[in-house]
């Protein structure tokens, strides 16, 4: 079966093989959406389209910083939907946790070029089949470190403040062709990405999150989130009650909020 005989929506997903784009498929996939899923990493890939169901989508080995792959995987997922790309979802990202001066060249540049260059190819990459496919509308995955800057997670948090601010643009270029843009910013879910190793130390970000008493998410709520994206109107939403806090925060209460967090050494935001 294929989204062509059933006339399905389709969503393409970055990142699908673990996390909040899992949680996304499956989400997209229960609702009755041909989901594409783009990944690195082949063998989960594999057990992805196995739990949204061989018959729900099509597998894409994909690294977003790859121009090209962009376009090939983009051209065989439209290949498999029928045409449609209605929610193409830039959630692939990476972090790496410690203070600047420990992080090594490749720790900064991954995080640029995945986490801020993928998207962008994304983006450019998909705005032909977005713009094929009537009220479509492309989603990034930004966070809470770009409300206010993160410390010990310093160039990440660089890179989701440009995924907002990137956003923000394209949902002012993109309505000309009648695409509309959408931003969500989590606070921290339960991802891979929380299980990485600080940078010249044994700190694992999880760990020190909750020894900090700060709230860890579960990816099922990120994907809510970008459900509810995908169908609403709004460029902004957030993910866990202590996101809406820290907009508060950084709105209201700057001065507050820089000083509690320069009297931490674990990441908040």
Known sequence: MSATTTHRKAVFITGAASGIGLACAKRFAAEGWFVGLADIDVAGLRAALLAVGPANGSVHALDVRDRPGWRTALDGFVAESGGRLDVLLNNAGVARFGPLETLSDDDCDQQIDINLKGVINGARAGLAPLKATP???????????????????????????AVRGLSEALDAEFAAHGVAVACVSPWFVETPILRAGSAGGNAVMADVLRAGGLPVYPVEDAAEVVWRAAHGKALHYLVGQRARQMRFASRFLPGSLRKQLRSRSSPTA
């Open 135 to 161: 009220g479509s509308r492309l989603i990034n995955i930004a966070s809470c470190a770009g409300l206010y800057g993160a410390p010990q997670l310093a160039v990440y948090s660089a890179t989701k403040f």
